[in-house]
């Protein structure tokens, strides 16, 4: 679904920058790592206690493995991008997001200046608070929809965006903090924002926006975030409202398989978006989130909350 994404996660990635995938919020997923359970205390006091121990629990894996259903948390140490480089330009007052869709280009003087052809925000502003860190929000209709501080480190070599999503009017605001890897450097003169950079890592992001439950019928798939953003889809592609989605953009879902569902986004008549959600024998369910308007994929996976 289009977390905020572009809202194509603030879940998986915040969209700091203005709508490109790797800022773009399905951060998907800021994941947080999902816990590992020990299972202490079972020592080996009797064979005929340990294997009924194991049947059950092998049955019970079988029988939860076998259903999409249920609420679903992320692992953020399984979140993996492949894209081309943010590249951004910082330079005599004026910023540039040159891998923005479509690119953005404004005055960096922290007040708020008209963006055009973008879904989820008509606003934005950026401003420069020192030689290595800027501040940029974005509004939509008047309403501020999100907010970033972008802060380079004193290596110039790593890029860290703390950002707040507030996309979705009377939700709880989602928040966290990603990191990305220089790639290239900015002109002669430029800010150190300025260049190109890959993603890193998610460093941080609160569990709401990182949590999602599926549950498919015969003919629908239902999903639900507690991010405010919710739909009820019939599996025949027909694309149905996101409820809480600012944009008004929709879904359509498509079953794959019995434990396969790919899920197509809309905004603003284009789409946006394509998620394909797999329960894997393992009882992990595998999300691919890609952007066809620049190629990007992000993959990461889920375990039962």
């Known amino acids: 679904m289009v977390n905020s994404y572009d809202r194509s996660a603030y879940v998986l990635k915040p969209a700091c920058q203005g709508g490109r995938s790797s800022m773009n919020r399905s951060i998907v997923l800021g994941l947080a790592t999902v816990s590992i359970i020990a299972l202490a205390g079972c020592k080996e006091n009797s064979a005929t206690t340990n294997e009924t121990s194991v049947t059950t629990n092998t049955t019970t894996a079988t029988a939860t ?108 605001p989602n928040k966290g903090s990603f990191e990305e890897t220089r790639v290239a450097s900015g002109p002669a003169g430029s800010h150190a924002l300025s260049g190109s950079w890959t993603p890193a890592k998610i460093a941080s992001v609160n569990q709401e926006a990182i949590t999602l439950t599926l549950n498919a019928d015969a003919d629908m798939l239902h999903l639900s975030s507690p991010t405010g953003t919710s739909y009820d889809a019939k599996l025949d592609g027909t694309p149905s409202p996101i409820k809480g989605d600012p944009a008004g953009a929709t879904a359509s879902v498509k079953k794959l398989s019995d ?18 959600f797999t329960l894997g024998a393992d009882g992990k369910l595998t999300i691919v989130s890609q952007d066809p308007r620049n190629g990007s994929k992000t993959t990461w996976t889920a375990d039962r909350s």
């Open 65 to 172: 493995a076998g259903s999409i259903d249920g609420t679903w948390k992320g692992d953020v140490n399984s979140v993996k991008f492949e894209q081309k480089p943010d590249e951004f330009l910082l330079q005599n007052g004026k910023y540039d997001c040159k891998s923005c869709i479509p690119p953005v280009s404004l005055a960096a003087d922290g007040a708020y200046h008209a963006v055009a052809n973008h879904a989820y925000y008509d606003e934005e502003s950026v401003k420069v608070v020192d030689d290595k860190t800027v501040q940029q929000s974005t509004k939509l209709k008047g309403r501020e929809t999100g907010n970033s501080t972008l802060k380079v480190s004193p290596d110039g070599k790593t890029l860290t965006i703390d950002w707040t999503d507030m996309s979705v009017a009377n939700a709880k």
């Open 259 to 276: 434990n396969s569902y790919q899920e197509t986004d809309t905004a603003g008549g284009k789409v946006v978006n394509v998620t394909t």
